[in-house]
Every structure is written in C-alpha cells, then in structure tokens.
C-alpha cells in the first residue's frame, strides 16, 4: 500500500492532502524540467513528447508510477522544510 492508500489519506498530517495530481505534476515540471523527470522516472509520456494532459492520462492507469511522482513531490517538500 502506498502513501495514498487507505487511512493515509485522512491522516492530517498527509503532505498530498488536497494536493491534485496534476498540481503535483506542474510543480515537478516546473522546477525540474521534463527531461530530469525523464531521467528520473523512465517513461515514456516523459520521455517523448511530454505533456501534462497525457502524463496525467498514463499516472492515473498506472499506480506505480504515480506513486514514484508523488514520493518525488513529498521529498521535496520535506527538503524544503530542512
């Protein structure tokens, strides 16, 4: 089970609470770029072609990639907490 399975998600203190995928994604894409998201995360909606509209399409089919971008996301933002 993932960080947004289950009773994780009313958990208060969940840092993807009321956060949307596609938030999540646009501020990867906004401080990274595609081509580190690609580098970091091996697929291909990354990797050709990118956009938001289709990689939000491939994550919401596949959980294992959504959750790699959201554990990316949270790292972040606990980083920035440091």
Not at 13 to 31: C, K, M, S, Y
Request: charged share 25%; glycine share 6%; net charge positive.
């Amino acid at each position: 089970m993932g960080l947004i399975d289950g009773a994780m998600n009313d958990h208060p203190h969940n840092p993807l609470q009321g956060v949307t995928l596609e938030a999540i994604l646009t501020a990867l894409v906004d401080r990274y770029g595609w081509e580190t998201l690609a580098a970091r995360i091996r697929i291909r909606c990354f990797t050709q072609d990118p956009s938001i509209k289709s990689s939000l399409t491939f994550l919401r089919k596949n959980q294992w990639a959504r959750t790699k971008v959201e554990g990316w996301y949270i790292d972040d933002l606990r980083r920035e907490k440091q």
